[in-house]
């Protein structure tokens, strides 16, 4: 089984910024994929710079199950579960679940792995803190530089 470092506290800013990153929503409902448009590593995965001074890399699935979902994911696999079709780029929380390397083959052997092309426009984009609702209307050129990708 696979090991993987615990993903840290993650800051507002970070949060902000991982987000932003994942702005080209297709759609608004829990159906729709949030398609990734930050770093890829060499095996083509989404991957989140986390920290100020000395970033560390995770892989964005599992940091945006850390994110949304509240719990580490620990040493399981984050997969994916589109509806509409598996996308490789997409890092919705609601597409992710936990999974053992043989859980996952079994479940991936049933399905097609495609990319899907953009439907709809992007949804409006927000955070969520719990407390209150930011929402984000400013084009990501304007926002301030912690918000923007590194």
């Avoid at 945006?64 to 580490?72: L, P, V």
Wanted: hydrophobic residues 30%; neutral net charge; proline residues 9%.
């Amino acid at each position: 089984m696979p090991r993987y470092k615990q993903i840290p506290e993650i800051s507002l800013d970070d949060q902000v910024r991982f987000y932003l990153t994942a702005c080209d929503i297709r759609g608004g409902g829990k159906e729709y994929c949030w398609i990734w448009e930050g770093q890829y590593n060499a095996q083509g995965e989404p991957i989140f710079d986390i920290g100020e001074s000395k970033p560390d890399i995770y892989l964005a699935r599992r940091v945006s199950y850390f994110i949304f979902r509240g719990e580490q994911p620990g040493n399981k696999l984050v997969s994916l579960n589109c509806p509409k079709g598996i996308d490789l780029e997409c890092v919705n929380p609601d597409h992710l679940w936990l999974a053992t390397a043989r859980e996952e083959k079994e479940y991936y052997s049933t399905r097609e792995i495609k990319i899907i092309p953009a439907r709809v426009p992007p949804a409006p984009r927000y955070i969520d803190t719990g407390d209150e609702i930011i929402w984000i209307e400013t084009p990501l050129s304007q926002l301030p530089k912690q918000y923007k990708r590194r």
